[in-house]
């Protein structure tokens, strides 16, 4: 391994002293995935408690999913994961305050909970060219909203790495 690197070294000096250059690029592996997303909140960031069912049409298939907000009665449980048949997605969580710290040599992000606000995230596996969403609090209608998505293509390794993938995000207001 050290000889095949003093190799690629020798190469570049030599590329480099006849004006060819040398350029080497190591590529991440950070994974990618086709996916529509919606972000869906109440217009204060507080989220309802309940009973939820959200129901999804997308290019014609319907699918859906229940759960429970808050997961813990007590509230000290603000994520909720919701039981989703595959292809869809539906969380809920804390929406979040960042602040980046920066020094010398680093950047440092540090996130913290809003207290008493929240998001739900809506996603679909794929990439439909229509979806329509429902949500339902105890029976009653909180949410009836669609999308024709545009995608755009993410390649989170750069672009000379695979993958690459296509992904579209919305944003939704609960009622």
């Not at 929240?118 to 229509?130: A, D």
């Amino acid at each position: 391994m050290r000889n095949r690197l003093m190799n690629i070294g020798v190469a570049c000096f030599v590329g480099a002293l006849v004006g060819g250059g040398c350029s080497s690029r190591a590529c991440t592996l950070i994974g990618c995935f086709d996916q529509f997303s919606a972000s869906v909140r109440r217009a204060d960031g507080t989220f309802p408690a309940g009973n939820h069912r959200v129901e999804v049409l997308a290019d014609g298939v319907s699918l859906s999913c229940t759960f429970t907000f808050p997961s813990d009665p007590t509230g000290s449980a603000a994520y909720v994961y919701a039981p989703c048949p595959s292809g869809l997605m539906v969380s809920v969580s804390p929406e979040l305050a960042c602040a980046d710290v920066r020094s010398d040599s680093a950047v440092t992000r540090t996130c913290d909970p809003v207290p008493g606000r929240f998001m739900e995230s809506i996603s679909l596996s794929g990439t439909p060219g229509q979806v329509h969403a429902w949500q339902y609090l105890d029976d009653a209608a909180i949410l009836d909203a669609a999308a024709a998505p545009s995608y755009q293509n993410y390649q989170p390794n750069g672009p000379e790495c695979g993958p690459g993938c296509r992904q579209a995000a919305v944003a939704w207001t609960l009622n």
